[in-house]
Each structure stands twice: as C-alpha cells, then as structure tokens.
C-alpha cells in the first residue's frame, strides 16, 4: 500500500496547523503553489473592508475636527487610535499580487469614502469657527507639516506595516495608527481650510494627504513582492503600473504644492537700510501724511520721504506708515479677514514668524486689530497685542 505524495489544503488557511501557517507566512517564496493560493485567499479576506471599517472612520473623523476646534494634541492622537486600520490600503497594494481588479476598486472606493469622512468633518469644524470665535490652531500647523521626519514616519510604517500583516494572523493596530495619523488627519485639515478661506492651503494639505496615501500604498506593492507575492500576468502589472504613475504623479504635486506651508524661507527678513524699500508695490501705503513725525533723521537729506526710519520705534500706537512686526504668540496666531472673531481665517502665523503691518487698525472695544499682511501675501487683521515690533539699529 502506497501513501499519497501530495495532499489538498482545507479551503480555510486558518484551519492548517500553526506551525505549517507560520511556516508560510514567513517563507511565502519556497512554499508551494496551493499553499500561496490559501494564504492570498486570507490575505484578501483581511484587506476587505467591513461595515465597522465605516463607522471607526466616522468616529475618528468626529474627534479630528474636535481636536482643530479645541486645539487639543491629546485629542489628535485619540482619533488617530480610534480611527480604522487602513484595510483598503493594504488591498490597493495586495491587488496586483492577487490578480484581483475587483479588490482593487472596492479599496480605492473605500479609500475615497473615508478621505470624504474625514473631509467633511473638518469642513463642519471650519463652519464652526464662524460662530466659535478661536484663535488657537498650532496643532493644525504640526499635523499638515511636510518635513523629512514625516516622510520617514510614513515609510518606516508602511514597510513595517506590510510585514506585520502577512507574518501576523492580527492586523497591526499600533503600527497602523502612524499611517492614519499621516494621512487621515490631514485630509480633516484640508476640509477645515476650505472653509475657513485660507487661500489654495486646503488643496495643498489635500494634495499632502493623497501624496501619502499613494506613496504608503505603492511601498506596501514593493513590501508585498520582496515577501514573495508579486504580481504574475499583464492585468496585474498594468495595475502596479498605475499605482507607480498615481504615486509619482502626487508626489510631483506635492513638491511643489505645499512649500509656502514649511519653507523658512518665507519668512522675510527686516529690511536695514528704511522701512519704505520692500512695501514700496503697494500703492496704499506711500502717498499716506506723517505729520507727526520729526525729521531730523540721521540721513544725508532730511526730508519727509526718510522719516519712516523712525517709525519703528512706535510700539504701542499705530503708525502710518507699514513695517516688519514679529509674531509673539506662543500657540501661533490667526489673520481673519475682517477685524473681528467671526470673520473667515485667511492665514496662520507661527510664534517668532515676521508680518508686514500696514497703516489701517480698529478699534473694538478693548481689543486693536491692526492691518497685516501674512507670509503667504494674504491681507487680513490680527490682534495688536500679539505684535512686537522691531527697533532699527541706529
């Protein structure tokens, strides 16, 4: 009596041994061919969205726009942990290797589905403002920021990510609130910012978001294929095709979408020689009267037109003529539109960041508001008291 050579795997990966599944999982290029056939069933039963993936992405994206409102990084980090494990990226990046379109499209919609979630909450947020007079927003800044430790953050997530879900029968929760905190919270901000009339800054941060969520995928692809899952026919490497183009495509926007948000060198520096040589394209700032002002300056001519040299010196009562005022505000400050708390946000200015102060203030109450215009050459109002302005060295 001969024994049988080969024998059939249960249709359910789960139901092999342990040692046979964790052999598997953890040398997926010298198993056997039904055995990666098994283990790419459960992989894709994994990476499906369920209904709960929904209602996690509703409730994280509820505490984002509560964390905006609030200015609250506790809050931040609590949505990022009750938000769902990004399953449908791991679906978009699985697809090829399975040579499964339909897994493919039904991530990407999911995909869609929460980045709209989580649109639309911080949208609600920035309608909030209107009636919630707030003027906090530094956690807003930290979350849309695009710095090279961000970058690493998302990388390093995604490939350990990937490694963890296929050698791992449970998702990677922990792992995975990095990569939501990377591309999720994000994508509230752009909502918040188009709401809040902050100029073209809500597409950048949206681009931001996508250019993450593009690039984790496309490295979940590579991670996937290094393990031994790696697509085998045209459909499937048209779609690993398209993943590289998508990526390469929002990263290219990115760069050159979002500079003004990090870039130091949108901070301007003091002018040294009179305060009238970098405001000089604005027409409403030099024909203004300066009666007010002595001129006896210590310049060759002492005519009217180099008595703003000593303007600076004015701390504490609003002058005719604009200068260079720095930003002393520990939380940041906000440019609103009109001179009062209800008026739409039109910028966000860092502590230690420079504004150009030009000639018109308001008075309401006991509150100056004082004419600015920001980093980003957006004209709004800021609150006096958050201003120090600078002395030129004699």
């Keep these: 009596m001969s024994l049988p050579t080969s024998h059939s795997l249960p249709d359910d990966f789960n139901q092999l041994p342990l040692s046979q599944k964790r052999r598997i999982r953890r040398s997926i290029k010298n198993a056997g061919e039904s055995e990666v056939q098994a283990l790419s069933v459960e992989l894709k039963r994994r990476s499906t969205p369920a209904f709960d993936f929904f209602l996690y992405a509703l409730l994280g994206a509820l505490i984002t726009g509560l964390a905006i409102l609030f200015d609250s990084p506790l809050l931040f980090v609590l949505a990022a942990v009750c938000a769902p494990f990004l399953t449908p990226l791991m679906g978009i990046a699985l697809a090829p290797a399975i040579k499964s379109l339909a897994l493919f499209l039904q991530s990407l919609a999911s995909l869609l589905i929460s980045a709209l979630i989580f649109f639309g909450s911080g949208a609600l947020a920035g309608f909030l403002t209107s009636y919630i007079p707030l003027e906090n927003f530094s956690q807003l800044v930290l979350i849309t920021s695009s710095d090279l430790v961000s970058w690493a953050v998302l990388c390093f997530s ?18 995975g609130i990095l990569l939501t905190y990377e591309i999720f919270l994000p994508m509230t901000a752009a909502g918040f910012n188009l709401l809040t009339g902050t ?84 027409p409403s700032s030099t024909p203004t009267p300066s009666p007010v002002l002595p001129t ?21 009562t609003p002058t005719p003529t604009p200068f260079w005022v720095l930003i002393r505000a520990e939380n940041g400050a906000v440019i609103r539109q009109e001179p009062n708390y209800e008026a739409l946000i039109v910028a966000y200015a860092q502590d230690g960041s420079l504004v150009q102060m030009l000639t018109e203030t308001y008075q309401s109450g006991s509150t100056l508001w004082v004419k600015v215009i920001a980093e980003n050459g957006v004209e709004g109002w800021i609150i006096h008291s958050l201003l120090v302005t600078a002395t030129p060295s004699s």
């Design 296 to 316: 006896d300056t210590p310049t060759p001519t002492p005519t009217r037109t180099n008595t703003p040299t000593l303007t600076l010196t004015a701390t504490l």
């Design 158 to 175: 995604a490939i350990f990510c990937t490694v963890l879900f296929v050698r791992r029968e449970s998702k990677p929760l922990l792992i």
């Design 199 to 282: 100029g073209q800054l809500w597409l950048t941060t949206l681009i931001l978001s996508f250019s993450r969520l593009t690039i984790a995928a496309l490295i979940a692809a590579f991670v996937f294929m290094i393990l031994g899952l790696h697509p085998r026919r045209a459909a499937s490497w048209l779609m690993f095709l398209l993943l590289i183009a998508a990526a390469a495509v929002m990263l290219i926007a990115n760069l050159y979408g979002v500079q003004f948000i990090t870039d130091p060198a949108a901070l301007f520096p003091i002018p040294t020689n009179t305060a009238t040589q970098i405001p000089s394209p604005l």
